[in-house]
C-alpha cells in the first residue's frame, strides 16, 4: 500500500493565495501612499566642480499617480524638469527619473507630508544631494 505523499507547507500557502485567501490587490492599492501635491524644501548638494553648496528652495509638484506610478516636475535655480516614478513596493521607497538628466533620484517618504529626495550622478558632473520636502498645504 502507498503511503500518501505530504506537500510541503510552501506550496500548500501559494494554492491559499491563488484562491485568495492572500492580500487582495485592493488591499494593496489602498497602502499605496498619495504623493500628488507641492512639496518644498532646501537642496543640499556636493560635487567637485562645485564643492558643497545650498541651492536654497527647491518646489516638486507630483501632478498625477496612479497606482504606484506618477509623474511631476521640479523648479530650480536653472529651470525646470519633467519627470516620472514609482513607489516601490515597501511603500516607503520611491526612485524619479528625467528623459533629459544623466542621474537617478532616489526618495523615502518620511511621513504623510514629509519626503526626502536624493540625486546621485556619475561621469564628469558627479554629484550627490538630498532635499527634505514637506508637502504644502
Known sequence: MRRPRKLAPWPAALALVGLGYGPSVA???KAIPN???TWVGENRTVSDKKGYKIWGEKTVEITEQQDRRFRGHFTYPDGTKNFFGVIYPDNVSFTWVASD??????GRILGPDRI???YVESGPEATAGCADLARKK
Open 27 to 29: 488591499e494593496d492599492d
Open 35 to 37: 504623493l500628488v501635491g
Open 101 to 106: 538628466s544623466h542621474g537617478y533620484n532616489h
Open 116 to 118: 526626502a529626495a536624493c
